[in-house]
């Protein structure tokens, strides 16, 4: 019986676990990412896109990672390779979940550097650097800061360590209570932000520029990023959602949990981008400058305002709280990879796991200094071309290619591998019911491989 095991952790109840999914979920791809990919792509039309990439490709493979998850009761190596009939691929599938792994190690090595930042970025915050004096040099102060080798590597193995630290008091009383205590609190500072940025002269060209769709801006190129997008934010393609759903009991609903997770994750991800482009409008600054937007034109803007101070370091304490629940969920990847099928203790694979990414971490730090003139590829056209360094090369690899083909696995497992009757019955009992699942079952068996194939096609130049 797959679900036989005894002492396998759980969460406290369907509450506790979508507030860790959604902990998951909500991070740095909300606050930082989505608005600066908005912004590059022009607004609402790429709004648009992404939305209908959520609703389309995202959620069906949230719902199935959850349900593979649960079925399985094993992290992700497990998870691909219990599933399915030798007739149907068999343990071939155990490649997606070692590409999951390994993806964890990488993905938290970087996403750990930039966590580490908004830390740092909360101090400055907090001890007043964001002075009006300093407003116009908040592009020196961001160069300067990253490029310190020394203090980076303090804040990135200050992040560490706090994921380390919750991940090692295990499923319900690390992360879990991690995400009870941070989400609240973050939703409350993003409130709080919001209703702030709505009360600027700029909150209703923030809305213009978020909401309503102008289709000529919109370029293939826009439409790959969104469908990456949307992968990232969700979690997806990383095997973080089949661990979680591992910890889910046969009672909770996969498919509600599953909808409210990526209604919450929408609607974060739409008030981080008003709140910021409310305050970047009201400078009269342009949208879309790139990923220098929250560290860079942000405080430069919150500099300007009557307790800029404060609102600055409200935002980043935010930004730092997305950020720890979203890179712990990547730490208790790999975690329970070595758990489950290497049998170590919780103890020691956490602590030795997450020394590792720490380690490799090390190469991000010091892409923005020693190693600023290492390059690992190019890439772009004609005239645009940029050379990646480390920190950029993992980013690019990861958000654009290593997720989106974890999110082919999978949908064509789950489509195409696991047996329909065993996905029927994780989903079965749910709301979604028998149209629904029908439904559910042939986007994850057709649409979503197609249009992820599509992107990713078009994305080499075949298509
Ligand atoms: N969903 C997270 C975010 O939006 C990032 C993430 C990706 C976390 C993949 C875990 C796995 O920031
Ligand atoms: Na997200």
Not at 63 to 78: C, D, H, N, T, Y
Not at 203 to 220: Q, V
Not at 372 to 397: A, C, I, N, P, R
Request: proline residues 3%; contains cysteine.
């Amino acid at each position: 019986m797959s679900a036989g095991n005894e002492t396998r952790e759980h969460w406290s109840g369907p509450v506790g676990f979508v507030l860790a999914a959604v902990g998951s979920a909500v991070g740095l791809g909300n606050v930082w990412k989505f608005p600066y990919i908005t912004g590059i792509n022009g607004g609402g039309a790429f709004v648009l896109v992404y939305l209908g990439c959520i609703a389309v490709v995202g959620l069906p493979l949230l719902i199935a990672e959850m349900s593979i998850g649960r079925r399985s009761q094993k992290e992700p190596v497990g998870a691909f390779s219990s599933l399915a009939h030798a007739g149907r691929g068999g343990k071939l599938w155990g490649i997606f979940g070692w590409l999951a792994v390994v993806t964890a190690f990488l993905l938290l090595s970087f996403y750990s550097v930039v966590g580490g930042w908004t830390i740092g970025y909360f101090i400055k915050a907090v001890s007043g650097t964001f002075t009006p004096e300093a407003a116009a040099s908040s592009g020196e102060i961001f160069d300067t800061f990253v490029s310190d080798p020394v203090q980076s590597t303090i804040y990135h193995a200050i992040f560490m360590a706090a994921c380390i630290g919750v991940v090692l008091g295990g499923v319900s009383r690390g992360i879990e209570r991690a995400a009870r205590v941070l989400m609240p609190v973050f939703a409350v500072l993003l409130l709080v932000l919001l209703g702030y940025s709505l009360t600027l002269d700029g909150a209703g060209e923030a809305l213009r520029f978020m909401f309503y769709p102008d289709f000529s801006k919109l370029t293939p190129a826009a439409v790959l990023e969104a469908l990456g997008h949307s992968f990232f934010t969700l979690s997806l393609g990383m095997g973080v959602m089949i661990v979680y759903g591992s910890y889910l009991s046969k009672q909770d609903s996969v498919f509600k949990s599953g909808l409210a997770v990526s209604i919450a994750d929408t609607l974060i991800a739409l008030a981080a981008g008003v709140t910021i482009f409310g305050i970047v409008f009201s400078a009269g600054k342009e949208p879309g400058s790139g990923a220098g937007l929250v560290f860079i034109t942000l405080p430069s803007l919150f500099a300007q305002l009557p307790a800029g101070s404060l609102w600055a370091a409200i935002f980043f304490l935010l930004l730092g709280f997305a950020a720890l629940t979203s890179g712990m969920s990547i730490l208790e990847v790999a975690v329970a990879y070595f758990v489950d099928e290497r049998g170590k203790s919780r103890k020691v694979a956490t602590l030795t796991f997450g020394g590792i990414i720490f380690a490799l971490g090390l190469l991000s730090v010091l892409s923005f200094s020693v190693l600023s003139d290492v390059h690992l590829m190019t890439v772009g056209q004609g005239d645009e071309l940029k050379d990646l360094t480390v920190f950029d090369t993992l980013d690019y690899l990861i958000s654009n290619w290593a997720l989106t083909l974890g999110g082919l696995g999978v949908a064509l497992y789950a489509g195409w591998g696991v047996s329909r009757d065993d996905l029927w019955d994780e989903l079965k009992d749910d709301a979604l019911g028998k149209a629904g699942f029908a439904g559910w079952f042939l986007i994850t068996r057709f649409v979503a491989p197609v249009a992820v194939i599509l992107v990713l096609l078009h994305s080499v130049g075949v298509v």
